[in-house]
């Protein structure tokens, strides 16, 4: 995938930036991420909007902090730490409290690489195989349940 159009621009010093201005800004690059993916393999609106919802879910993005954990480096791991340990103002609709923290320890670490121009960083984890996979996976389930969205 060419991210060269998303590209940060940072104005505010990463250091300076809280957890939740780091999973801001990391929900926001990877769902932008999850769309061109997505759009990449699919034109149907429909099947597109499903994927999408599929990848971007708590739950997909709680199991994608599992999978690449044994890769992060020290520092990146304390960065997830810091979103993963964020108190949590409200329960989720939909994932367990576990669920939600993890998500958001993932996308404090997306924000991160993203504001750090290490756009590469993520890309390089996203593409592991087991990561791969279970993206693959998430898709063939979403097709299993949603026969019709084509």
């Known amino acids: 995938m ?3 159009q998303t590209e940060p621009k940072p104005s505010i010093p990463v250091n300076t930036h ?5 999973s801001y800004i ?3 690059f990877y769902g932008m991420w999850c769309r061109q993916n997505i759009l990449l393999r699919f034109q149907n609106r429909k099947r597109v909007h499903l994927h999408v919802v599929q990848w971007v879910r708590c739950q997909t993005q709680a199991h994608l902090a599992q999978l690449i954990q044994p890769f992060l480096t020290l520092e990146e791991r304390n960065i997830f730490r810091q979103g993963r340990n964020n108190k949590v103002f409200s329960s989720p609709k939909h994932a ?12 404090c670490l997306v924000g991160y690489w993203y504001l750090c121009k290490q756009v590469n960083r993520f890309e390089e984890l996203m593409l592991k195989s087991e ?3 279970y993206l693959e996976t998430a898709l063939s389930a979403n097709n299993n349940t949603n026969g019709n969205a084509a």
């Open 2 to 4: 060419n991210v060269k």
């Open 18 to 22: 809280t957890s939740f201005s780091l």
């Open 96 to 107: 367990s409290i576990g669920e939600y923290r993890a998500a958001t320890g993932f996308e």
């Open 131 to 133: 990561v791969v996979e």
């Open 26 to 28: 990391g929900d926001a």
